[in-house]
């Protein structure tokens, strides 16, 4: 009985892994056929929009991707090395 519910708990949590891992792939196509046709306007108009005209909601960062971009790691930058 242990084994059975054991093999449940990974089958489990491998199918949920593959289930997260198709929605990130989801919400990268939807991301980027919206810029695709973004970039379909703006080549058809061939016009530069002044702050006015401009979407800013359409730049803004989905917060649902957040979670899957990684961490930057930055070393000690010190100026002095720099002028070496």
Known sequence: MKKI????MILST???????????KDRVKKQIEKEME???????????????NYDFKGAEVNPDSLSSVPEIKVDDFNIDSVYD
């Open 38 to 52: 973004k970039e379909k306007k703006y080549a058809r108009e061939q016009t530069f929009y002044s702050a006015e």
């Open 14 to 24: 491998l199918l949920i892994a593959v289930d997260s891992d198709t929605q990130k």
């Open 5 to 8: 519910l054991i093999f449940i």
